[in-house]
């Protein structure tokens, strides 16, 4: 079956630690997408690649970092950096093909920083 | 600048008891409106997109509908396994991503 894969589902981590977010998808959907989850809210982008090697800012990018090395991968690294890291991440991908085509995601990433 | 609000935050119906959920939006050029469930501790489940006024779109008890300031999500005889957040996202002709509004939290009480 086709889908996007987050791991791990649940992560534990130290202030001042770097810690990566894994994606993976078989899709074959040039575009993914990174977003933060927090109680209340609504989704906040944080990057977007719309195909390999080349990704932009979301509205939330800062003390975030990403790659697109493979159409199939977009790892999320949460750095140091990042003022307030805990939070539930989702991963996302949609075909670029058709006007208004929804995003699929992933089951997500759950984010704890002590 | 496209902005999206879903109301209620939050709803409690009897098993059997129709209601409807709302999403109001802005948006200088609309591309798509979506509806999605989320499920504790899951992503996003794609349930509808409606690109213009007038459209409507049905899966077993859901009925999604469109107008040009807002959609609504009606939910028919709802059942326990109905129980999730609904999620309204639009996408813009203008804009470079999704806007999300932050949810209705649907509990179906048997």
């Known amino acids: 079956d086709g889908g996007i894969t987050q791991s791990p589902k649940y992560l534990f981590r130290k202030e001042g630690q770097n810690v990566t977010l894994s994606c993976e998808q078989n899709?074959?959907?040039?575009?993914m997408y990174w977003y933060r989850q927090d109680p209340g809210q609504g989704l906040r982008l944080i990057y977007y690649?719309?195909?390999?090697?080349?990704?932009q800012k979301g509205d939330i990018a800062e003390g975030y970092s990403v790659s697109r090395e493979k159409k199939e991968s977009f790892p999320l690294t949460v750095t140091s950096a990042q003022k307030n890291p805990t939070a539930f991440y989702l991963c996302?991908?949609?075909?670029?093909?058709?006007?208004?085509?929804?995003?699929?995601f992933g089951n997500g990433t759950r984010l704890t920083v002590t | 600048e496209d902005q999206v609000t879903q109301s209620p935050e939050a709803l409690r119906l009897q098993e059997g008891e129709s209601s409807s959920l709302n999403c109001s939006y802005t948006?200088?050029?609309?591309?798509?409106l979506f509806w999605y469930r989320q499920d504790p501790g899951k992503g996003p489940e794609f349930l509808f997109t409606?690109?213009?006024a007038g459209e409507e779109k049905e899966k077993e008890r859901l009925k999604a509908t469109l107008t040009k300031k807002e959609s609504f999500l009606h939910i028919t005889a709802p059942k326990p396994e109905d129980s999730a957040t609904y999620l309204c996202?639009?996408?813009?002709?203008?804009?470079?991503?999704?806007?999300f509004g932050p949810g209705t939290r649907l509990s179906v009480l048997p």
């Open positions: 996302a991908s949609r075909g670029t093909g058709n006007i208004g085509s929804p995003l699929h």
């Open positions: 899709l074959n959907h040039d575009a």
């Open positions: 690649s719309q195909i390999v090697n080349d990704f």
């Open positions: 948006v200088s050029g609309l591309r798509g």
């Open positions: 409606l690109y213009s």
């Open positions: 996202a639009l996408e813009g002709n203008y804009g470079q991503n999704f806007v």
